[in-house]
């Protein structure tokens, strides 16, 4: 008799997580057209969908940041203080020694001065040390269900993140951005690393998350694009 009641409240207190854990998207009939629309694609079958959509938490703080203030416009001198810290010059020129040979290659190739991606790569993640700490999937659906001024936008997002998470072999429940979805060495959102990501040092995979060279071919491509 006690064994039943406690298996009755163990089983309880599951369904009641999973409960939770699940409803933030329940019933979202926009969810349910993705879902239809992606299973027929090939990549993932209903199940696998209906899996991973089950662990997806709806983000305030993505939808917080997505609708603050503007900021007032900031002069020069105001972005030069905050980027072109000693700190960050220091790492920078640590980089570009590391990464010259890349560099120079991606230089020649896409016509994009090594200094624009050494640059672009401080600002964006401070050379890898800032990538993002959000789960990617939390932030895409919960701007593509409840962010209406843009959800067509990061709805087509979501769809592009599912089908390079399968093409990347990434598990969608693990990767780490922005508030908006943006990944990687140098920020690219799922759609452009689709098409615009490379793989730079033939290792036949465009990883933008893991790989620096991969990031500064990717960021050459884009540019040239």
Do not use: C
């Amino acid at each position: 008799m006690i064994k039943a009641i406690v298996l009755s409240v163990v089983s309880s207190a599951v369904l009641l997580s999973n409960s939770a854990r699940s409803g933030d998207f329940d019933n979202y009939p926009a969810l349910e057209s993705v879902i239809a629309e992606l299973s027929t694609q090939g990549l993932y079958n209903k199940e696998q969908l209906n899996d991973i959509f089950f662990e997806v938490e709806r983000q305030q703080v993505t939808l917080d940041l997505m609708t603050r203030p503007a900021e007032k416009v900031a002069l020069w001198k105001d972005y030069r203080a905050r980027f072109l810290t000693p700190r960050n010059i220091n790492n920078g020129v640590a980089f570009w020694q590391k990464y010259h040979e890349a560099l120079e290659v991606a230089e020649q190739q896409f016509g994009v001065p090594q200094e624009i991606i050494v640059a672009i790569l401080g600002v964006e993640t401070r050379y890898g040390a800032n990538k993002g700490r959000l789960k990617v999937i939390d932030s895409l659906t919960t701007l593509a269900f409840d962010f209406p001024r843009r959800s067509e936008y990061f709805t087509q997002e979501l769809k592009n993140f599912l089908m390079l998470s399968k093409e990347q072999g990434l598990d969608p429940l693990q990767v780490r951005g922005s508030y908006a979805g943006a990944m990687g060495y140098g920020q690219f959102m799922p759609s452009s690393w689709r098409k615009l990501g490379i793989d730079f040092d033939g290792d036949n995979k465009a990883d933008l998350i893991n790989n620096p060279i991969d990031a500064i071919g990717s960021i050459g491509n884009y540019f040239k694009e």
